[in-house]
């Protein structure tokens, strides 16, 4: 006998997208959708169960539930000095551009485990800025918030870190930023003092503050056309004029609502400046 099977799996995604967006606010509707099924595949997997809708109930009545959603559905992905020619690309080109304000504010957004704020921190020292700037890192996932205010970091980690930091046209030693305890790296107090990190989602909150540069690097690669639009006209309404932005490798601002309010600084390390 033949059954016809029907697969039901996309109606069950839209249900529990949109219930984890009623209940907790994080609307994944408009992220890649083939990516946050197969996340979310495999978290059914992963929790033993059989369908996507089995999910439901553990959203419904299981509060600390959406951390294991959160931590399923992010990619968190990060490591210190990542793309190094962009850091090396923004210390020659854009830091004497910052020199000129009397204050920085530099927002990370999407930071994930911290390793972009302290290298944006690292910089900034080094470049003798870091005494007036404050660095605002937020992302949506509190667990890696956790690990980024604790701001300690494998040696595995720490390893490549140097290596990228070197590759920089870092200035010192990467060891001289951090101290090793218990095979952990521990970055300096005086890197952490001058990074706020804040839980803040980009498709639900609003700007928070006035800022000279908004790294988002990798993040809007996994958000669909309008939302990748609404969250650039978002970090343009937070940017200063003759401000900054710097996004991701395989993020642009072309074809984008804001394209035409930015002139392109290096389309290769993705530095854009608001006009
Ligand atoms: C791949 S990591 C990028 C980390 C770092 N920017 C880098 O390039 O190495 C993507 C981060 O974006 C965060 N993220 C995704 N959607 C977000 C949202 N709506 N609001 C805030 N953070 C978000 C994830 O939690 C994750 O930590």
């Known amino acids: 006998m033949i059954t016809n099977?029907?697969?039901?799996?996309?109606?069950?995604?839209?249900?529990?997208?949109?219930?984890?967006?009623?209940?907790?606010?994080?609307?994944?509707?408009?992220?890649?959708?083939?990516?946050?099924?197969?996340?979310?595949?495999?978290?059914?997997?992963?929790?033993?169960?059989?369908?996507?809708?089995?999910?439901?109930?553990?959203?419904?009545?299981?509060?600390?539930?959406?951390?294991?959603?959160?931590?399923?559905?992010?990619?968190?992905?990060?490591?210190?000095?990542?793309?190094?020619?962009?850091?090396?690309y923004f210390r020659k080109e854009v830091i004497h551009k910052l020199k000129i304000f009397p204050q920085l504010n530099i927002w990370i957004a999407g930071c994930a485990t911290g390793e972009e704020a302290y290298t944006v921190a690292i910089l900034l020292k080094e470049e003798g800025l870091l005494h007036k700037s404050q660095i605002y890192a937020t992302d949506f996932n509190n667990n890696s918030l956790k690990i980024a205010k604790a701001g300690r970091y494998?040696?595995?980690?720490?390893?490549?870190?140097?290596?990228?930091?070197?590759n920089s046209g870092g200035k010192v030693s990467f060891m001289d930023y951090c101290k090793v305890e218990q095979n952990?790296?521990?970055?300096?107090?005086?890197?952490k003092d001058k990074i706020l990190f804040s839980n803040h989602n980009l498709t639900e909150d609003y700007i928070f503050a006035t800022m000279n540069v908004v790294l988002c690097r990798n993040?809007?690669?996994?958000?669909?056309?309008?939302?990748?639009?609404?969250?650039?006209?978002?970090?343009?309404?937070?940017?200063?004029?003759?401000?900054?932005?710097?996004?991701?490798?395989?993020e642009s601002i072309r074809f984008s609502g804001i394209e035409n309010k930015f002139s392109t600084i290096s389309e290769s390390a993705k530095i854009y400046q608001k006009e």
């Open 5 to 88: 099977k029907i697969d039901h799996s996309n109606t069950e995604l839209d249900l529990v997208l949109d219930l984890v967006h009623n209940v907790y606010g994080y609307n994944f509707k408009e992220y890649n959708r083939k990516s946050v099924k197969r996340r979310i595949e495999n978290l059914v997997i992963k929790k033993q169960l059989n369908h996507i809708s089995d999910l439901i109930p553990m959203i419904l009545y299981k509060d600390e539930f959406i951390n294991d959603f959160l931590e399923a559905i992010s990619v968190t992905v990060t490591e210190m000095f990542r793309d190094a020619f962009v850091f090396r």
């Open 154 to 166: 494998s040696i595995d980690n720490i390893k490549k870190a140097s290596k990228n930091y070197q």
């Open 184 to 191: 952990l790296a521990i970055m300096n107090n005086d890197l």
């Open 219 to 250: 993040v809007l690669i996994y958000f669909n056309k309008n939302l990748k639009n609404q969250v650039l006209e978002l970090f343009y309404k937070s940017l200063d004029s003759k401000c900054f932005l710097v996004l991701g490798d395989k």
